[in-house]
């Protein structure tokens, strides 16, 4: 039996949709923090038990009979804490493997902005590794998905404006991570191996912006503004808090190269060429 965690988040779907080609329902657990987001899931003929990272005696319930443990990285700001009780929990109910998707991080960068997010990666790779369980560590890039986000969807028009400087990253399409995932999660073996789940090329803005204006033969123009000129002018657009933060920091991380990670080992766990980003943006920004 194995247990996806996150299993109502985007990553976690991709994955569990994916395993569903390879193993029976009936040998995929799905933990979800309340009944409601289990619905699809039981729909699908999973187990699906109830739980959250934070909540340590729920998480020894959810991971009762499975062998396999994924965990989902958390987003709170408690992920380390949150992460060390699925671990801890899943070493004690003695299971033959866990999963953790993790990020991936330019290792050449000196001085890190991700903040408490190397925490919740280095740091939780580091209590994983320590911790005697055989593990894969799944060191995802940049969602492709998460593009639009920083962009919008009117690129074309609007040019793209983001302090990112020329700082490059590298970008894959969630859906794909998911698959190599799921490849790994339905063999056995990869034990204490790491894989980083990122596009094989990195792009600067600049270099997005044109390769846009190839595919729509209009003018997609690049700007890097004044890091807190762009914070102000979200708050003045009415961008939530939240999102403020989410933008400013990837924005800050992007600038110190720290995403400018490349690897071929999502091709290698997919057995194919994963989708360039190039397709990516056509296929999303060009209409
Ligand atoms: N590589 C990237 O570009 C990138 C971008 C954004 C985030 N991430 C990280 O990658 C993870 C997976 O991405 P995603 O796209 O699947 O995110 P997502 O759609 O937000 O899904 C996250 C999943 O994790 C669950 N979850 C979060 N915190 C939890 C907790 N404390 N206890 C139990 N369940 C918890 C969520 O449950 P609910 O449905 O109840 O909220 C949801 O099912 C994110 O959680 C984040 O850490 C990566």
Known sequence: MILITGASGHLGTAVINHLLTKISADKIVALVRNAEKGKALKAKGLEVRIGAYADKASIEKAVEGVSKVLLVSSNSNDALKEHKNVIDSAKDAGISQIYYTSGARN???SESKLGSLTDAYSTTENYIITSGLPYTIFQNGLYAE????FIGY???NTGISF???NGKASFAKRDEMGKAIANVLADDGHIDKIYKLTG???YSF???A??????SGKNVAYESPDPKDYETKLKEYGVSKMDVLYSTLLASIIRNDEYNVVSSDLDELLGHRSIDLEIYLEDTFIY
Do not use: Q, R
């Open 163 to 165: 302090p990112a400087e």
């Open 200 to 202: 094989s090329l990195s």
């Open 146 to 149: 998460t593009l639009p986000f």
């Open 107 to 109: 290792e050449n960068v």
């Open 210 to 215: 044109e390769l846009l204006s190839e595919f």
């Open 206 to 208: 600049a270099e997005i």
């Open 154 to 156: 009117d690129v074309v």
